[in-house]
């Protein structure tokens, strides 16, 4: 290779580190604080396309991936996009059924894991809607390893109790994710909802649940990257909190004011039982004008707000 291809590329490559919080950009990797990102249900590491580039803009690492079952982990009911299987779509067993909240746990601190033995010992953890709960889970069985927790309209129950339960009160009234549920979740082992369907009403409902301030081409495209089937187990799970553990990491909660799927006022509820648990370390709320999917419709403020984070996180280490 001429030499000149040779210090291109070498530039390029050193650029590249740069961006994505290598050592290049002038701190010690130890003091930098990486980012590990959950996705919601139905979605997967796709979901933040928009907003990694922005974190690597930002000078921190960053990493999305799928949870089991998700994105590509997810695994389709036979009787799916079927023509005349719509009966059998809604009584199926899913393929997802034996997927337990631990399974999701497990797989982020692994994510977790190999971020520290590549030098990022501290690591913040951002999880939007139902990857709330995965946030409760690794914090409570790996606190020692997180700098801070980050609840995107997240589920954030209260300790002993699942998510489902929150679901059941006044708070989550105006929710929209149940009408657009298929089937029974108890029997079909996921709750499940029908990305494929054409009826235009079933579909307006899908995008008014999750991206009602998206832009018509932008909700299209996700409609179509959803799947179908969210594993029931780690919903109906309660989580056992303790103070000493999940309530000792700092506690960040970003609310959507425009939110259709945890509407304000069950995001209110969350906030309001963590902070009763932990009142030595209150949650640190940051309001949004936007709808329930920000990494899509605001993914600057997203960042933004992500970066701000991990910079704290990083200095407080120093110190």
């Known amino acids: 290779m001429p030499d000149i291809f040779k210090r291109h590329l070498f530039k390029a490559a050193a650029a590249s580190v740069a961006m994505a919080g290598g050592p290049a950009s002038g701190a ?9 990102l959950v996705h919601g249900g139905w979605h997967g590491a796709w979901c933040y396309e928009r907003v990694l580039p922005l974190l690597a803009a930002g000078g921190v690492a960053a990493v999305a ?11 389709f009911p036979a009787s799916h996009g079927r023509p005349g299987q719509e009966a059998a779509f ?31 010992r501290r690591v913040v953890l951002a999880g939007h809607s139902m990857g709330g709960i995965v946030l409760h889970a690794v914090g409570e069985r790996a606190s020692e390893k997180i700098a801070a927790l980050v609840y995107i309209a997240g589920n954030m129950p209260g300790p002993g109790v699942p998510i489902g339960a929150y679901f059941g009160l006044p708070e989550a009234a105006s929710a929209r994710v149940n009408p657009v549920l298929l089937g029974a979740p108890a029997a079909t082992g996921a709750f499940r909802i029908d990305p494929l369907a054409t009826g235009g009403a079933y579909r307006a409902a899908l995008r008014e649940a999750f991206y009602n301030d998206a832009s018509d081409a932008d909700a299209a495209a996700a409609l179509h990257l959803l799947s179908p089937d969210m594993p029931f187990a780690p919903m109906a799970t309660p989580i ?6 999940w309530g000792a990491i700092e506690r960040h909660y970003l609310l959507c004011l425009r939110d259709n799927a945890v509407p304000p006022s069950l995001a209110r509820r969350f906030i309001a039982d963590a902070d009763a648990f932990v009142p030595a370390h209150r949650t640190r709320v940051h309001e949004l004008d936007s709808g329930h999917s920000p990494f899509l419709t605001a993914p600057r403020a997203v960042a933004d707000l992500l970066l701000g984070i991990a910079a704290s996180a990083a200095r407080e280490h120093r110190e």
């Open 28 to 36: 010690r990797r130890d003091e930098r604080a990486a980012i590990v």
């Open 65 to 75: 991936r799928d949870l089991p079952g998700h994105g590509l982990a997810a695994r």
């Open 240 to 245: 056992a909190l303790s103070a000493r553990r």
């Open 90 to 120: 809604l009584a199926e067993r899913s393929p997802l059924a034996g997927i337990g909240l631990d399974d999701y746990a497990d797989s982020v601190i692994a994510t977790i894991d190999a971020l520290r033995a590549a030098g990022h």
